[in-house]
C-alpha cells in the first residue's frame, strides 16, 4: 500500500524534498556568486567595452 506522507512522484515526504529544494537553492546562490566574481576578475583584467 502507498505511504500516504510521501509525495509524488519523487516518493520524498514533504520534509525531505523542502530540504532538496533548499539545497539546490544555496547551490544555485553560491554558484550566482561564483559566476558574479568570475566576471568582475575578468573584467579588471581584461577590461571590455572601454
Given at each position: 500500500?502507498?505511504?500516504?506522507?510521501?509525495v509524488?512522484p519523487?516518493?520524498?515526504?514533504?520534509?525531505?524534498?523542502?530540504?532538496?529544494?533548499?539545497?539546490?537553492?544555496?547551490?544555485?546562490?553560491?554558484?550566482?556568486?561564483?559566476a558574479?566574481?568570475?566576471?568582475?576578475?575578468?573584467?579588471?583584467?581584461?577590461?571590455?567595452?572601454?
Amino acid at each position: 500500500m502507498a505511504d500516504p506522507n510521501k509525495v509524488w512522484p519523487t516518493g520524498l515526504t514533504e520534509a525531505e524534498s523542502e530540504e532538496v529544494h533548499r539545497h539546490l537553492i544555496q547551490g544555485t546562490q553560491i554558484f550566482g556568486m561564483i559566476a558574479a566574481l568570475a566576471h568582475l576578475l575578468a573584467y579588471i583584467y581584461s577590461p571590455w567595452l572601454k
